[in-house]
């Protein structure tokens, strides 16, 4: 296998200025792709940049916005990528809100409403507008990542849990309306990794004791693959 897999291809990744995300940029980039990079931060985009240029990848393109607050911009992604690349390749939706770990009854309205735009409604927003022009390449890549929480819901995580749930359900969707074109759905389950969000929900633990986004990223990047077969699938990192 040559060790440029994604060569010529390109990517769309969110939640890309930190964590998994930014991990998986640099790989990505490193297997040949050209990245198309979303957060909320410009200097957290910049310093992925920086990380892909490091390491000889091509420069990305930088989206800065909020998922839960620029639903016009997020409408747009489709036709400015067909326009300036004329099809995208790879899909990956691993931005995720945690929200604050309450009892169902104490949920707050806002925090219901920034973790359902992220987990659930920013989903529906990407397929809506990366459907056609991931129908337009010859092996369209998307990958949702969840998270364990689903099968296992546990007591004050109701609305990352809940979310996740409902994300899986419309990728699934997605998936069989797809079955027949070129383009392969997949969810990814990272399982424990050392991000910020695992440190939110963790605060006594030693990130340096579990797995780093740069041990997940190789794997996300290979559900990408145009070789990829896979469909429908939940992909567990172990």
């Not at 990245?35 to 990848?57: F, H, K, M, N, S």
């Not at 990542?145 to 997605?174: D, I, N, S």
């Not at 440190?199 to 290979?222: F, H, K, N, R, Y």
Request: glycine share 10%; net charge neutral.
């Amino acid at each position: 296998m040559t060790d440029k897999p994604l060569q010529g291809r390109v990517a769309l990744i969110t939640g890309a200025s930190r964590g998994i995300g930014a991990a998986l940029a640099v790989e990505m980039a490193r297997q040949g792709a050209q990245c198309v990079l979303i957060a909320r931060t410009q200097g957290g985009l910049e310093e992925t940049d920086d990380a892909i240029r490091a390491a000889g990848g091509l420069p990305a393109t930088l989206l800065p916005f909020d998922l839960v607050k620029a639903e016009a911009q997020i409408d747009a992604i489709g036709p400015s990528i067909v326009e300036r690349f004329g099809r995208l390749d790879i899909l990956v939706h691993n931005a995720g809100e945690l929200g604050k770990l309450t009892p169902v009854a104490h949920i707050d309205p806002k925090d219901w409403v920034n973790v359902m735009g992220v987990n659930m409604t920013a989903t529906w927003r990407l397929i809506r507008t990366c459907d056609p022009p991931l129908r337009a390449s010859d092996a369209g890549r998307a990958v949702f990542l969840t998270t364990g929480r689903v099968q296992r819901p546990k007591a004050y995580w109701g609305p990352y849990g809940a979310t996740k749930a409902g994300m899986e359900h419309l990728v699934q969707t997605w998936a069989q309306e797809v079955e027949k074109t070129p383009v392969k759905v997949n969810l990814f389950d990272p399982g424990i990794v050392a991000t910020r969000m695992r440190g939110t929900a963790m605060p006594g633990e030693d990130p340096a004791s579990i797995p780093q986004p740069g041990d997940v990223a190789p794997l996300i990047a290979t559900l990408c693959h145009p070789a990829e077969a896979r469909h429908g699938e939940t992909v567990l990192a172990a």
